[in-house]
């Protein structure tokens, strides 16, 4: 954990491709949430994301509220980042973090690190908070939890 980041990781038994194919999918982004704040897409999204497309989501902490967001980063099966702001006008003064998917081979499957990257946001100043980032670093684990419970195939009982 940095002043501006905060990443986790874990090994998925799955290939690359399975695990990014879940994560380039904004439809699916409920599904693989561990925070509980990601409701559903807003509007239409793309059917697999890509370098600059852009995508609405629903969100609730607390009350409801809507991102936009703007893939920034895509190198398929390897890495996809989307920068999100507050959806509409306030989105100039409000947001600017980056979640980012970073996938790699390891030994019996993929190396999947998820990041939460402030280093842009309007808000940092607030997010810097130690808690903050743990609470974060928690989320992120159970969203890998949750991409792992999707992707990797179950071994066959002997």
Do not use: C
């Amino acid at each position: 954990m940095s002043a501006t980041s905060v990443s986790v990781n874990r090994v998925i038994k799955a290939p690359a491709a399975a695990i990014f194919d879940v994560v380039a999918d904004a439809s699916r982004h409920p599904e693989i949430d561990g925070s509980g704040s990601v409701v559903r897409p807003k509007g239409v999204v793309p059917q697999r994301l890509s370098l600059g497309a852009t995508f609405g989501m629903h969100m609730k902490l607390g009350v409801p509220y809507s991102m936009s967001n703007t893939v920034i980063e895509f190198e398929p099966d390897r890495r996809i980042a989307w920068q999100t702001v507050l959806a509409g006008p306030l989105g100039r003064f409000v947001g600017g973090r980056i979640w980012r998917y970073e996938l790699e081979e390891a030994d019996g499957g993929t190396k999947v690190t998820e990041t939460w990257d402030i280093s842009q946001d309007k808000q940092a100043f607030l997010l810097k908070n130690a808690k903050v980032g743990q609470q974060t670093a928690g989320s992120m684990s159970k969203t890998l939890d949750r991409l792992a419970k999707l992707t990797e195939t179950p071994r066959p009982a002997s």
